[in-house]
């Protein structure tokens, strides 16, 4: 059973989101996976990441499955 992810609506200025969506190709992932990355980052130096906080997903796309 997978918990169900939280939609967020975000406004930010239109060049923040340029330069994270630059930041996140480089990276391999998407805008959306970027900002709960940093956001992670953020908890964790602020030494308020919760403590059932699973790991993020791997960057970029998921491996194909031998069996398909």
């Keep these: 059973m997978s918990a169900e992810r ?16 630059r930041w996140a190709a480089d990276d391999l992932r998407s805008v959306n996976a970027q ?17 059932g906080l699973k790991p993020p997903n791997p960057r970029g796309r998921p491996r194909k499955n031998s069996e398909q």
């Design 35 to 51: 900002i709960e990355m940093v956001l992670r980052q953020a908890l964790a130096k602020a030494g308020r990441a919760p403590a």
């Design 6 to 21: 939280k939609q967020l609506l975000l406004r930010i200025d239109p060049a923040l989101h340029d330069a994270l969506a």
